[in-house]
C-alpha cells in the first residue's frame, strides 16, 4: 500500500475517534485513546517510511488539526448537551408553614439542641429556644418560626 495513504488514513482515523470520543461518548475513554494513537502512529510512522521532511510535514499538519478540532468543539458549544442543567426547586421542611406561634407539642425524640417534636398530627424538625437538652415526652410551645427553623421552649418554664 501507498505509504502517503497509510499516513492519510491514520490521520483521517484519528480525527474520527477523536470526534467520537468528544461527541457520542465524553471522557477519557477507548475512542480517545485509538483517535490520540492513530495521530500518534502516523507521525512516527512517516518519519520511519517517508523520512525527516514528511514525519516533520505529517506532524505539523496532525498538530493544526488538533488545534482546529478542539477549538470547533469548544467553540460549537456541543459540550452543552452533556453538561446537566436542571434546576431543583424542591422545598425541605415544608412542615413549619402550617404552624404558628404559640402551638403547643411533645418531643418525640431528645432536642440536644434540635430533634423531633410533633404538633396535633404534624412531625418536624424544631430547635430548643435556649440551646438546651429537652427529653422525649416533653411539653413545648412554638416561640418563633425562622426561616423554616421552628423554634421551642419548655412550657413549665
Not at 475512542?31 to 490520540?36: F, Q, T, W, Y
Not at 512516527?44 to 514525519?55: L, S
Amino acid at each position: 500500500m501507498n505509504p502517503i495513504l497509510v499516513i492519510i488514513s491514520l490521520v483521517m482515523v484519528g480525527i474520527l475517534f477523536i470526534l467520537i470520543e468528544f461527541l457520542l461518548t465524553p471522557g477519557i475513554g477507548i475512542a480517545g485513546i485509538v483517535g490520540l494513537a492513530s495521530f500518534i502512529g502516523s507521525c512516527v510512522y512517516a518519519f520511519m517510511v517517508q523520512g525527516t521532511t514528511a514525519g516533520t510535514i505529517t506532524t505539523a499538519v496532525v498538530a493544526v488539526i488538533v488545534v482546529i478540532l478542539l477549538v470547533w468543539m469548544l467553540r460549537g458549544k456541543s459540550y452543552k448537551k452533556l453538561e446537566l442543567n436542571a434546576e431543583i426547586d424542591a422545598k425541605t421542611n415544608l412542615e413549619p408553614e402550617a404552624l404558628s406561634v404559640g402551638d403547643k407539642g411533645k418531643t418525640i425524640t431528645r432536642l440536644a439542641p434540635m430533634g423531633t417534636v410533633r404538633f396535633g398530627h404534624l412531625s418536624c424538625e424544631a430547635k430548643s429556644e435556649d440551646n438546651t437538652m429537652l427529653d422525649p415526652g416533653t411539653e413545648v410551645v412554638i416561640t418563633a418560626i425562622e426561616d423554616n427553623k421552628v423554634i421551642v421552649k419548655p412550657i413549665n418554664d
